[in-house]
């Protein structure tokens, strides 16, 4: 196993240096000057100098990249020229609560995925697989953005059970307890969605591992039918599963950049919106490249966790 | 005087294993490991042996699917491998391949008027009238009713599937045929209306076959010549009438000793 | 390489009527499909004739009229902050968002797909290459990546679907690729080769028609999708730009008024979430209809155990067991059947067998005799849907197995009758200690303790003769060789020790060199231990090695039984003659094989009388007539077949 994670491990080099190439790509492509995006209209010719010297902009496009990752190594990303601060201070203190939002919606998505899953695939053609079956096309369908203010709309104006927007409250608030009512709804929100493709994953998993001839097996050897579902079907449905839920990380972490925004969350996403249209490439670049890290590193963790449960993949 | 139409010297086929980041390259797989032989025109050589020998891999380079990674391939003199790479219809004019699936050798989206068409136009540069008759003789060859090339694969049996399969190769009229256990997948009254009709072909059209199997007693029944292969090498290699009455390898008596039979004593 | 797939639990082939209806007509069968194209084309029809309808200006301002409720006269749906009527911006945004979203789908499919083409077929260093930098992207969380790409070409509607183009091409090259590689590698690319056809051809005649399917299906699928993330990127600003607006970004712009003007935000919300239902309808009814893998059968959930119905309807006729009813085993007019569709197949239609202690009995037949659904209807392990026991008792020591609770069966399965299958590769399961999957057994019935049990299920691995058992028990199943796999299920049979093992051509996916010591060892140890063995196989050489009496089946029948050597030596029903001659025979090269004419009939539409009678030599006009019964020809020597006695 330990050989296993340090090969794994290697293997995620390559595709992080992709991912920086990709990025680094992407916002050089801009159209017209760089440095003038990065300013906004607003520049003064020397500004404009200024920038392009300092950010190499007069090499070539290898020894840019090759500068700026070197800068990146030392946890440089630059200087947001809007906030008037490094990018790194303004992306770290947003990394948390974005992956927060995330991952409790990515766990909520998954336990509630599976589960529903099952009892559909169990229950199939019966009344709680048919419930299930229609949510499923309602989650699929949803847009969250739109979920998001239904949710805000009934919760939080109506009943005004649980908070509208934000992380905490602005006085006396920042506790454990305080957050998770914050979390509640935009986390509800976001897993709804992601969580409604694994439960449609989940069912047709399960009816297609139920049939395998090793269930017939396991039933020949007079093992009772729960064992039969959950030892001998359910673990290896969860190898088709496990990879889609990696997959389903990469959809949460994306859609954070909604409910972010319509729950007023203080998370990369939203700073990413309004860096968007303030033009600040920079911090866009930033954003974009460490919330893609975090995912890579989550899917290191889903490729572990499957080659834990599936040991044809250990071995090859 | 006999006449060679198909010959290999020495050939080998390795296969690369999975290349490790780190540690000592493994070797490569030697699937085929020096495979020499000649074969006559108008006869069958039967080429026997368990699952992962060879023959599978030797049968795909005879035919051009596959490059031998050393060793000579020919046919009518000519080098097999020379000519998958620079005149591939010249090489399948001369010879033709029937698989192991007979379904999974036919297209599932193409009737059976089409497969058969496309060696008539593609090898021969039929036009629509002759390939139209040419199918109907093809069909009437394997014994198939005519108006069936219409239908889509689905819509036959195995055996069906496997005439179909034999009736392409024939319309590319090459004079070899590689049969990669072509009976295997059939029932065994099927197998032998086959069989039959295989060597019905023979005689009349002259083919060479070269016939694999795991099946002893089935190359038996059709097989004029048998090589019998273990681990990518030929270990013995006899006329049909010798080999199963006097096996010389002893991997080959271990072979005759597991086959069982139907009966034992029968006299019948 | 030698394994013939003759093991067929379901009918082998379905019968497809030659005019299937097309996939349209299926689809529109479909009920949730049907409704999703009602649903979509409602949406379209309106949208397409929005230029003509009489609708308000979508983009006039009219502050007077600003934020009025619905149903308001002259505004059916209300107006905005500026007073535009909704419904017109509705329509005209729904316009939009529809075709943005089906542009986007058909681009990113169209390159997807030559990506996912041209890697599959081409392989080597451009599949790898391609592929990489399809990894990378998709190395991005989806959304992200969009972002970036908007961000760099700016904020507006063409960009958005630039973007959102862009991001869904790897997830068709991806797909595209896999379905395009299981089908580059059958023999029929093989054979399109060997045809003479050229590269560009095959891809566009051979592969691309098999793989469309699938593009169809993910184009359907995504194209709900992407009208998902283009709203979504101008609800946040960055698609469609003021005044034109498109679905979302009328959202965007109700939500500063949600608490206010809440009709503003949900409307439209409820448009996209209308259309995407309509779209995601339509998709999962293109996959029912196109994927193969749904159309055979469905994937019903199998139950538990077959299902069966009331032993008295089934036993109705039957005479009382008699002795049979101190027999480990005794089938008496055993009938199961598979309704698939709307045919019914008689897989087993009448089957009597008996199994004395310590007996050998074989079943012998070629696919599709019944020969296996036979052997699995004992247990109830036929599956169901689409499997049901609709006649016949099977007795174990006089208990009805079918009628039997589903707890009483779980006790007998696996304690007292045990099976062997025939595909060990596909039989064990291969995420589970080989060890691990024996001793579960040795638990559940034994009651053992977890060491107890693997203690045992070692000892037992050493009886199979597998080497070094107490480290192989922690072995995986792909770790082992198939006729070590076989050897497994062997001893998962014989963990119990059962007084009945049903093996079901154990040894057909084997080498003929591995088959011949399996079958030694399975004979040996059900004889030490034993155990009565109901051995299946369509090899009459394998049955004549094992067994002391079989059966011969032919379209779901017995037409003969009686003592191997007897039935082998003096075959009396003509199938059973016949089967013979078609077997070569090993050592005798003179002798021709001699084919039966004709092909075994379906279990859907079994002939009257005789099933065998329109192949059968010495047919007669009466064998095709009414019911002929298994008598006896000799003691002991059964056949089904009325011109026994004639010359």
Known sequence: ?316 | MTDIILRADAVVREFPRGRRLFGPRSPALRAVDGVSLAINRGQTIGIVGESGCGKSTLARMMVGLLEPSAGRLEIDGQSIPALARHDRRSLHRRVQMVFQDPLGSLNPRKTVREILAAPLRALHGMDRTACNKRVAELMDLVSLRADFADRYPHEFSGGQSQRIGIARALAAQAEVIVLDEPVSALDVSVQAQVLILLAELQTRLGLTYIFISHDLAVVETIAHEVAVMNHGQIVEQAPAERIFADPQHEYTRLLLASALRAAPRSSG | MSAPALNATMPARLSYPRDRPSAFARLTQNRMASFGLLLLSLIVVVVVAAPILPLAPPHVANVAQRLRPPLTPGHFLGTDQVGRDILSRLIWGTRLSLAVGVFAALIASLIGSAIGLLAAFRGGWIDTLLMRGIDMLMAFPYLLLALAIVAALGPGLVNAMIAITIVNVPFFARGVRGAALSIVRTDFMAAARLSGLSDARIVFWELLPNVMPGIVIGLSTTIGWMILETAGLSFLGLGAQPPQADLGGMLGEGRNLLQVAPHVATIPGLVILLLAIGINLIGDGLRDVLDPKLKSGGLARTHARTDAVSLEERSKGLPLPGAAARLPLAIRGLRTHFRIGRAIYAAVDGVDMAIAPGESVGIVGESGSGKTVTALSILGLVATPPGRIVGGEILHYGEELASATLSRLQEIRGRRIAYVFQDPQSTLNPLIRIGEQIAESIRRHQGKSAAEAMRLAVALLESVHIPDPEHKANAYPHELSGGQRQRVGIAIALANDPELIIADEPTTALDVTTQAQVLKLLNELRRERGAALLFISHDFGVIAAVCDRVHVMYGGRVVESGPVAEVLERPRHPYTQRLLACVPELGRRGRQVTPIPGLPPSTDALPPGCAFAPRCHRAAPRCSIGEITLDAVESDHYARCIRVNDA
């Open chain 1, 1 to 316: 196993m330990p050989g296993l994670i340090f090969r794994r491990l290697l293997m995620v080099v390559p595709v992080l240096l992709g991912v920086s190439v990709i990025v680094f790509l992407v916002i050089s492509l801009i159209p017209g000057d760089p440095a003038r995006a990065i300013l906004g209209t607003f520049a003064t010719p020397e500004n404009i100098a200024d920038v392009t010297r300092q950010l190499g902009l007069d090499q070539p496009l290898p020894i840019q990249y090759v500068v700026w990752v070197s800068h990146l190594l030392h946890g440089d990303l630059g200087r947001s020229y809007i906030l008037h601060k490094p990018v790194m201070d303004e992306i770290m203190a947003r990394l948390f609560p974005t992956l927060l939002l995330a991952g409790a919606a990515l766990v909520m998505a998954s336990a509630g995925g599976i589960l529903l899953g099952i009892v559909a695939a169990v229950r199939q053609n019966e009344w709680p697989d048919k419930l299930i079956t229609i949510s499923v096309l309602i989650g699929i369908s949803t847009p969250s953005f739109w979920l998001g203010m239904l949710l805000i709309l009934w919760f939080g104006v109506r009943l005004a059970w649980l908070p509208v927007g934000g992380m905490s409250e602005m006085f006396g608030g920042g506790g454990i307890g305080d957050i998770a009512r914050h979390l509640l709804l935009p986390a509800t929100t976001l897993a709804a969605v992601a969580g409604a493709v694994l439960v449609r994953l989940t069912r047709g998993a399960m009816l297609e591992v139920l049939r395998q001839d090793y269930v017939r097996t396991a039933r020949a050897k007079g093992l009772t039918e729960s064992r039969v579902i959950f030892v001998h079907a359910f673990r290896n449905a969860l190898v088709g599963i496990i990879p889609v839920i990696g997959l389903q990380a990469g959809f949460v972490l994306g859609g954070a950049v909604y409910v972010e925004t319509v729950f007023q969350w203080p998370g990369i996403g939203r700073m990413l919106v309004s860096a968007i249209s303030t033009r600040d490439i920079l911090l866009v670049q930033g954003g974009v490249l460490i919330v893609a890290a975090a995912y890579v590193l989550i899917n290191l963790l889903t490729d572990l966790a499957q080659s834990l449960i599936d040991p044809r993949i250990r071995a090859s």
